[in-house]
Structure formats: C-alpha cells, structure tokens
C-alpha cells in the first residue's frame, strides 16, 4: 500500500474538452456581460485588450473593492472619520451601498464562470478522451493505496470519474447530508461542509477529494455563513446561479487575486492543511506525487509541493518520492519554457538537488493519458 497524492490543474480539464481553456472562458465571460458591467471591468484593466484570464480580469475589480473597503472602514470605525463624513456633507449610507454594489458584481462574476464552466463534463468524451488517465486512476484507488485527490479545478470532471469507476460511498468529499433547501424546494437536500462527522461515518474510505479553490455545486449561505453544496441537477433545474441574490448565497470558491489570503478561509483551509500534511508531516508523508494538469502559478500549492522535494533531498533522513508531472507540450521551445517555469516556481537554482532538466524523465509532456502508459513501463 502506498501514500498518493495526485493534484490536478485546468490541463486536466482541456484534455477532456477545449471549452474549459481559460481564452475561451474568459470569451465568453465578455460576451455574456451587459454592457454596464463590461464596461466597468475594461475601465479598471491595466492592459484593455488582454482578455485571455478571467481571474486577472476579477482581480482588478478586487483590488478596486479592497481598496474602497479600507477607505469605508476609515469613516466607519475611526473618530475622524466620523467627522470627515460632517465636514464634507457625506452620507455613509451612500457610500456603503457603493461598497456593495461592487461586492455584489464580483459575486456575480463569480456565478457567471460557473455557469460557463457547468454542462462540459460528459461521461461518454470521458471515455473516450481520458480513457488512459481513467484506467490508471481507478487502478492505483483498487490497488487498496490511500489516494488523496486535489484538485485546482472548479469542475466536476474527478466526482463523475469516481461515482462511474466506485460509488458514491466509494470516496470521501467532506460533505454530510442535511436537511431540504426550503428556499428552492422541500425535496431538495443541501449537503454541509463538515469534516470531522464526514470522516467518523467513512473511516474506513482510502480514497479522497478535495476541491483546493472551491467547486461549481458548493456556496456559502450568507444568512448562517455555513458552506455547503448541492448537486448539480438542482443548480440547473432551479436556475441557481442566476438567483444568488434572491437565495442570499455566494459561490465558494477562490478566485481572481490573493489567492494565498483566501486560501485561509473555510473551506479551502482545510483542504489546503490537508494537502501541507502529505508534503511536510513526517508522520502523514505522501510516498507518490503526480501533478497532472498544473502550470504552478499558484504560490501557496508551489510552497508546499517544495517542502516535500526539500525533505526528499536532504542530506539527514531523506524520505524518497516518486513525482511525476505531466502536461501537453510539442515544441522543444514550449518545453523547456515549462520546465524553466517548475524550477522557478519551486526554488529549484542551478545546483538544487532534484532540479529539473532537459528530457527529465519526471516530465511527461504527452498528455494526461500519458500517465498510464507511464505507469505501466514503470511497473
């Protein structure tokens, strides 16, 4: 039996359909806005014509809204700004509907990529485009390893892959049935975040997910600030992303900018600690790592994957990894540039151990199917 960490990324995603590429995202995130709201996010972009990331475009808005929180927070909370309001006719009322219209767009925002992103998963282009990605996933989960799932990805792409290869008791995803969501229907189950019951009821389960930046069927209730999901029939029969103001309800997931501040929010914290724990918790080591999918432009998921790599290579006590990493890549060009890309966001110098090189056979660069092949030279 082996400790697995597989993280994945929005390689992953593409692999299995193009719609889910960030330009093609980001494309029809534009064309989907009104024209009010476009306008308003062009107005606050550096580069206007650069509309190839829809997290640089929210985050732009997010600095905006940062920056006129602090400034309402001055008149709110401080004697001077009290008086700063008087002297200058001010009625903070105003100025605090401003605040939150500004919240309001981003979470708007935010129920607009997941609809775009929502309805491209389908078993049948699984099948027929992950088949080898497939077979050796569900191979490692029925070799009896413990398997940890991370996923960087909004999508449902790695729950349809374990209900159709397990069952939905097949794994553990940190949500526990509740009671009906009374706003939308008396027949409609909402499922609360809440680990510590989820894993005395599936103490047994080796095999475990975890959406490290939030999913497209989990939001947090404004009214009691707990997280939970739905499935994603009830999102689309209800209409649920268009309804997030009436439901008093926000997509949970991480988004746009700041993304190592947000990860220290529920729920993302503990899947995060989580993940730390199998790169730097001698006790809890992963003892495999493969990184299918994943341009390592995340800070806070680099930081860690370094730690296990440090541990791996130091001189007193090295505790050995296997890690893989696969992407798509067809050019000598293209892969030396990821390769440069991995060094740098791992701290790996010239002269680091573990660094990587030219043709290092740690780099796939077929695609995520490649990892089957992979595994099975490697047997």
């Not at 309402?72 to 009290?82: A, E, I, K, V, Y």
Request: aromatic share 12%; hydrophobic share 40%; glycine share 4%.
């Amino acid at each position: 039996m082996t400790n697995i960490v597989v993280l994945t990324g929005n390689g992953l995603s593409v692999a299995l359909n193009s719609e889910f590429s960030l330009p093609n995202i980001t494309k029809k995130f534009f064309d989907r806005l009104n024209p009010e709201h476009k306008a308003f996010i062009e107005h606050h972009m550096l580069d206007k014509n650069n509309k190839s990331d829809f997290e640089e475009c929210i985050a732009y808005i997010e600095k905006f809204y940062d920056a006129l929180h602090i400034h309402q927070s001055f008149f709110r909370n401080t004697l001077h700004g009290d008086r700063f309001i008087d002297a200058n006719g001010l009625e903070l009322s105003e100025l605090m509907k401003h605040e939150n219209s500004i919240r309001e767009s981003i979470n708007l925002y935010m129920a607009l990529i997941l609809e775009i992103i929502n309805g491209n998963v389908k078993i049948h282009q699984i099948n027929m485009k992950l088949q080898g990605f497939v077979s050796w996933l569900t191979s490692i989960i029925k070799d009896e390893n413990d398997v940890d799932l991370f996923t960087l990805n909004y999508d449902l792409l790695l729950e349809t892959i374990l209900l159709n290869a397990l069952d939905k008791n097949g794994f553990m995803e940190y949500y526990h049935q509740a009671g009906p969501w009374f706003a939308v229907s008396n027949e409609m189950p909402r499922y609360y975040f809440n680990p510590e019951k989820v894993k005395k009821s599936k103490k047994d389960c080796k095999t475990k997910l975890y959406h490290l930046h939030g999913s497209l069927s989990s939001f947090k209730d404004m009214k009691n600030n707990k997280i939970f999901k739905i499935k994603n029939e009830v999102i689309r029969k209800h209409n649920i992303y268009n309804r997030i103001a009436e439901l008093d309800i926000v997509p949970s997931i991480i988004t746009g900018g700041r993304k190592s501040d947000k990860i220290q929010e529920t729920p993302y914290n503990f899947y995060y600690e989580e993940l730390v724990k199998k790169m730097s918790d001698m006790e809890q080591l992963c003892e495999a790592l493969f990184v299918i999918g994943y341009s390592f432009r995340d800070e806070h998921i680099n930081i860690a994957i370094a730690e296990r790599i440090k541990i791996a290579t130091q001189s007193i006590d090295p505790r050995p990894l296997k890690f893989v990493i696969v992407d798509y890549a067809t050019t000598p060009e293209d892969k030396a540039s990821f390769i440069r890309q991995i060094n740098s966001a791992l701290g790996l110098e010239i002269g680091a151990k573990g660094r990587f090189i030219e043709n290092d056979s740690r780099v796939l660069f077929d695609g995520a199917n490649s990892i089957n092949f992979y595994s099975q030279r490697s047997e």
